[in-house]
């Protein structure tokens, strides 16, 4: 069955640190990953995704993932942290059952400190 | 471009009374939508997903039902709302491809008193 971890519940760094947010999956075939980004109140803001080739992906804002398939993992990364960076990440893996269907983590809030 | 919209953006209702949540969709034909809840300090569960108008796939048993008039609107409802059914709706589109990405909409937060 498919599942995502997602680790650490609550992140704080510093304005300027690097960041990286954990999430390990389970998934039974090749694995076609995804990381979300959810302001409070707001719905989630694709930031990157895996689906095949290169196994370093960038995204938006400055983010980067990295598909490593013999630790089941898709860390997100990001060198300088901003405040504006602060909020929820969920990591998400698919295909599932049925139309496209996603699994998600349980999120990591991110919160930065000025 | 494509968009995607939900309303209302919040509700409050009453134990009891009936739910209707509405999501459309702008910018692209015959979509799979998706309705996903998301519970204080959990992920995103999917409740159901479409492919096609008339056509509902129930994730979970619940106190919900989906409905998909037509091919770019999804309609979330219940009949007699639960406490447990308070919490953060999100819809989400994506092509019919096998292997696509979903774009979410604003989400509406429901609260049940």
Same mark, same amino acid.
């Given at each position: ?30 694995? +076609? ?55 929820? +990440? ?25 | ?32 939508? /998706?309705? /996903? ?51 953060? /709706? ?12 979903? /774009? ?10």
């Amino acid at each position: 069955a498919q599942s995502v971890t997602q680790p650490d519940i609550h992140i704080t760094v510093s304005e300027g640190a690097s960041l990286e947010l954990r999430c390990n999956y389970s998934y039974g075939a090749t694995p +076609y990953l995804f990381w979300y980004v959810q302001s409070p109140g707001q719905g989630l803001q694709l930031l990157l995704k895996y689906f095949s080739g290169d196994t370093l992906v960038q995204g938006i804002k400055g983010f980067e993932a990295e598909f490593k398939r013999s630790q089941s993992s898709f860390n997100l990364r990001k060198p300088s942290v901003h405040w504006s960076d602060a909020a929820e +990440y969920f990591c998400a893996v698919g295909p599932g059952t049925g139309a496209n269907n996603l699994f998600f983590g349980t999120g990591t809030r991110l919160t930065v400190i000025p | 471009s494509q968009t995607i919209h939900q309303w209302p953006a919040t509700l409050v209702q009453p134990v009891g009374s009936p739910l209707s949540l509405e999501c459309t969709v702008e910018g692209t034909s015959n979509p799979n939508l /998706y309705w /996903y809840r998301q519970a204080a300090g959990r992920g995103l569960q999917l409740l159901f997903y479409s492919v096609g108008i008339g056509q509902i796939s129930s994730e979970v048993p619940q106190n919900l039902s989906a409905s998909r008039p037509q091919d770019r609107q999804f309609i979330l409802s219940s009949k007699k709302l639960l406490l447990s059914d308070s919490g953060f /709706y999100l819809c989400a589109w994506s092509s019919g491809r096998v292997v696509d990405t979903q /774009y979410f909409g604003p989400g509406t937060r429901l609260t049940v008193l």
